[in-house]
């Protein structure tokens, strides 16, 4: 039993719109697998709900006309793991998005939902951070499209105005073009759990597979919500590909991010786990991209 | 000859369709739905409860408080059956609701509504004004002086101490030559994580009341309950249908008392009573954690001269088994590696935390984590192979127990051993994996465990059975014994069908206790279900079978001892000739105009036994260092469970314990905020219960040596499968890195910080 003071169903992405405008007090629900666990915990109890889950045209993987892979954001996490663009283009998505919950979530939990959730912790996140990800958000004054860095506002809170939804995930074409990645989720068990620290980095390599012509590296839980460790990108950016890069690149994440201590696990304990991560998936990632690295 | 044959579950066609009724499934839905209101402080006193918001809200029925409880019926809450001995008695400590705080999530009032929505509004509108007490959570740090006092009559918050003595340890350890061994072992608190939520209804009828819950122990909750009320306990019924697990945590009388309160002061209006998982990890039993030191010492050759071991049980906030598992853990460390000189000092204190229980295994999963992890320890010191210096210590085979008589007939431990390093590949393993450098690295570790069936002499065992013949020859037989998810039935129905001579479709266990008519049982525990019942359903079939072949003896003239019941046929034995079936005969003896008779037969048996149960576990892991992780590779145990009624039940069975042990000894434990003594991770994401990605396959061998003073050669295997699978894991680490992780789980944490004291990181 859950405590809904009402539920209205939208049956288009501009009725859904016009639902958040009349009440706007409601919240939205996609999937639910976050919603329905808060209103259980009694922070979201009484609320009223919109629920776009029936709008199958914010459902699917295509390419945009400028060759952007377009993620509708009511697109389930299994949907995403088993698409073909996925799985040809950004492969490494399909897999981080594999690591959330277990099969029953995976199939109702949505990327939108991973995303406007806001938490630091999404899977989908920092792989959608290391490349480039726009946030498309429909609303009353229509469509506007937004960087994932500046999507995400603080911890919990995202950029939705009233009135607004997000409506698609887009990866730029530039961004995925040559890149190859990998996403490295610690956990404390091997499902139904939550990322201690994740970490995704993607790699673009020169034709001869010897240099690091780009490098992108984000993590989850390394602070307040997802995040680019820039410094650590640009300290390798150009390089040859060699364990000696691989390790300044790892070595340079502590200047870079910034996690707490919580009773999940201690400060100390999530940096020491992001430099390995780093290093590890930097080195599949280039791995994936056809390049070896020399020890 | 059923016994011994894998046939199927007697219960699994209605679980898999999902038939299978449950306490939820029963309860009617005019009930009011109950909620129980928690302290939000560890220790103190509830000086007023503002529930003037809450009674606004639309829905609610009516709130209590812990004010509202003007009968002071304080009630012991242990599944222990009950002692005519008050030294015996368990501690009465508990009431409904309590105005005294004496951990985070204490029971200090309820709410009664129309619907879960009316009462979880309304108990989040409840204001409470505490004076708060200073609290301890740390088990040593409650024993010292000037710690919180958590309950008057006990000082130093010392529930109960127990000392051993056994030869002069202080002289043995004079002898020249000797090596000291010292070691600290932690396990943490853990929760049982039954799939089935704690559950219960209530409902008054004719100046009786009736609760039906979700418990293992139906007939000793009638006592509880009646204690709790302070009412006569034939007022009482409790009904136990089928249970969605229970691993000790519904060995306990957990909110029955209340919720039959609640209906009481309802004028007996049904009251249902279904516990939220997070309050499941709080408000229900817990694991003790238990802080173990041992000290040994040993002689060159590698024996022991003389041994010590001081335990620290964490009681938590009330009495509950109390002392019961670190004496349990106690006496298995006198006996598994037995030594002349010995000291044994154990501990069980309260501190401002959930309250522990019985949990499957009860304080010996927590021994054998000291135990065993100190007997590698020793083996390393000694520079000995782990498994030869385990043989050369180990119980010898007749040795018996001067309390409990239990003798060990078999070479139990050595052919455990064998069998499950013949199942690992363990010699070839262990020689590949010494002497590892690199950052992932391999191990495999051995632990044994000592277990001991049933609770005899230190408690009543007592078993009763009826039988009750149908028209078509088919029977249904009762016992106070349940069934609550480990197969008992199915071993029932073996036993029965086996003894009486009837085909195994034609025996029909009653699965759901009621103790209206149920015979008297105190339940599921101490692994004995199939121990225990065996005497009372070979007594009672043996009984039935005496009066069908003497009325059959009147039917075909013939002399009863020329008769037999063979799968459900009179057979003269003399030519094997098949005079009649059960059934002709049953129609007859019920409808007959000479001679009517309602066949049936019961009986009790008091059992004045009880059976060790051993074996061991051998776990494979691949440790990687720079992530602190633990991989579990392969894993087998090996038990001498006696004779195994069902095979593929007791495979099973021993599976659920190994993944029991396999998150015992690498993820869960329950953590508490220093600051104010709230639980964390009281919930299934933060509390890490391993899941089936986090399993090998498990391996399942026994020997089965049938054990002489059981009704069936059979005894304990509900929580053996359980007790050594941790300590065999950190062994393995040790094998691979040389790391000894003494504070259980094995998990990142605790290798992070372990792995940087060794100056691995």
Known sequence: ?295 | MYVGKNVPRVDARDKVLGRTKYTDDLCDKSAYIARVLHSTIAHGRVVSVDTSEAEKIPGVVKIFTCFDVKEKHYFPTAGHPWSTDPDHQDVADRLVLTEEVRFYGDDIGAVVAEDEIAAAKALRAIRVEYEEYPFVLDVQEAMRDGAPRIHKNYPHNILKHTGTRRGNYEEAIKEPGLTKVEGWYDTPTVQHCHIENFICYAEMEGGRITVTASTQIPHIIRRIVGQALGIEWGRVRVVKPYIGGGFGNKQDALYEPLCAWLCMQLGGHLVKLDVPREDTFVSNRVRHAIRSHIISWVRPDGTYAARKLEAFSDQGAYASHGHSIAAKGAGAFSQLYPCDNIEVDAYTVFTNKPVAGAMRGYGIPQAMWAVEAHTEDVAARMGMDPVEFRRRNLMPVGYVDAFSRNELYDDTFNQCLDKAMEAIDYKRKYKEYQNQTGDIRRGIGVAVFWYNTAVWPISLETSSCRMVLNQDGSLQVQLGETEIGQGADTAYTQMTADVLGVPLENVHVVSCQDTDVTPFGTGAYASRQTYTAGFSIRQTALLLKERILKYAGGLTRMPVYNLDIVEGVIVRTTDGRRLMTLGELSTEALYSLKDSRHLTAESTSQIKSNAYSFGCTIAEVEVDIPMCKVKLLDIVNAHDAGTLINPALAEAQVHGGMSMGIGYGMSERLIFDEKTGRPLNNNLLDYKLSTFMDHPRLKAVFVENAEPTSAFGTKALGEPPACSVAPAIRNAVYQATGVAVNEAPVNPHNLFRRFQEEGLL
């Open chain 1, 1 to 295: 039993m859950y405590d809904i003071k009402a539920l209205y169903e939208a049956e288009s992405v501009e009725h859904a719109v016009a639902l958040l405008v009349e009440h706007p007090e409601a919240q939205i629900i996609a999937g639910g697998s976050d919603i329905l666990v808060k209103m259980r915990e009694g922070k979201c109890a009484g609320k009223e709900l919109v629920s776009i889950y029936g709008l199958d045209e914010m459902r699917g993987v295509s390419f945009e006309a400028d060759g952007a892979i377009r993620i509708g954001s009511l697109t389930s996490f299994s949907h995403i793991t088993g698409d073909p663009i996925i799985q040809e283009h950004i492969r490494v998505l399909g897999e981080a998005v594999d690591m959330v919950g277990g099969p029953q979530i995976r199939n109702i939990g949505t990327i939108g939902g991973n995303t406007c959730n806001g938490v630091t912790s999404a899977d989908s996140a920092s792989t959608l951070f290391a490349w480039d990800a726009v946030v498309e958000i429909t609303g009353p004054e229509g469509v506007r499209r937004i960087p994932i860095q500046d999507f995400y506002i603080r911890a919990g809170v995202v950029d939705l105005k009233p009135g607004e939804l997000q409506t698609a995930i887009l990866i730029p074409k530039k961004a995925y073009e040559g890149y190859q990645g990998h996403y490295m989720k610690y956990a404390m068990r091997n499902a139904m759990d939550i990322a201690t620290t994740g970490c995704s980095v993607n790699v673009k390599l020169s034709e001869d597979k010897k240099v690091m012509e780009d490098v992108r590296i984000a993590y989850g839980v390394a602070g307040p919500v997802p995040m680019r460790a820039s410094g650590t990108e640009a300290a390798v950016k150009g390089r040859t590909v060699s364990g000696e890069n691989v390790k300044t690149f790892a070595g340079a994440v502590l200047e870079d991010i910034r996690p707490r201590d919580s009773f999940r696990a201690s400060k100390e304990f999530r940096q020491h786990i992001a430099v390995v991560l780093a290093e590890r998936a930097l080195r599949e990632s280039i791995r994936l991209a056809g390049g070896e690295v020399d020890e």
